[in-house]
């Protein structure tokens, strides 16, 4: 039987070791058919991890920072040479803060740092979609899915100035989204993921207690990496060609609940 991406060419950042939600979609993309791409930052190849995944996956590996834009346009010529064609998904898998690595708290930001937060984890989505659009590197149809947190909506004290980066990403899908889906019929879309035990995910503060508190916010609870991989892999595919410009919430209902028993159980007094 044929898998839901047969065919379909893709590129993948940000897998840096097997707890990282972009190795998840790396596996189903492969077991759906999707030949692909993965890149991440020089820095994190040294890890040597992702290498691993390309074996598994039959897949190539090209290192770009996604805050170059000659990283990136590399990435994208080599990509369409290596799978032989335009691209028809890029996940979008890329968040750093040195402000809250560095425990700086959001009324004490470094600017430096803040000015690196914002430039990786949120403008790096623009600079993807432009160098893609100007090398006309992405097929018709094609799907872009970026990972954001629902920080970018209500504030979640300890995630200081990646708040704002989600924002700004989320803000780039709609803006970029408009412009690509009138030129191309390209689609851009974030998901809004639960808190997730990852690389990235461990370096916020309190976050162990932080994915106790959402797990029991949650009517279905916490969504984990694997049903992540499963909805960007949805949304790569062609069963959801009218989805774009769209924040598509993956938390299990914690966006839509004001509180839960369990929550409330904890503040009733005996
Ligand atoms: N883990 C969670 O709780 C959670 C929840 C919601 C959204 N997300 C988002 O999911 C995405 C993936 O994070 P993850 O949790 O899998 O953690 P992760 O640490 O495994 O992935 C983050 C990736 O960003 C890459 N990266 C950092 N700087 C880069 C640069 N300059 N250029 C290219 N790549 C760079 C890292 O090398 C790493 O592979 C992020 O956008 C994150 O904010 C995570």
Known sequence: MAGLLTGKRGIIFGALNDMSIAWKVAERAHEEGASFVLTNAPVAMRMGAINDLADKTGSEVIPADATSNEDLENL??????????????????????????????????????????????????????QTAKKLDALSEWGSVVALTYIAAQRIFPDYGDMADAKSLLESITRSFGYHYGKAKKVRVNTISQSPTITTAGSGVGGFDAFI???????????????????????????????VTMQNLFHDGGFSSTGVSAAVMDKFKED
């Open 76 to 129: 994208f010529v080599k990509s369409q040479e290596i799978l032989g064609g335009k691209i028809d998904f890029v996940l979008h898998s890329i968040g750093m803060s040195p402000n809250v690595r560095k425990g700086k708290s959001y009324t004490e930001l470094n600017y430096d740092w803040y000015h690196k937060t914002l430039d990786i984890s949120g403008m790096s989505l623009h600079r993807t979609l």
């Open 212 to 242: 106790n508190f959402s797990e029991s916010m949650s009517p279905l609870g916490n969504a984990g990496a694997v049903d992540c991989a499963n909805y960007c892999v949805a949304m790569f595919s062609d069963l959801t060609k009218y």
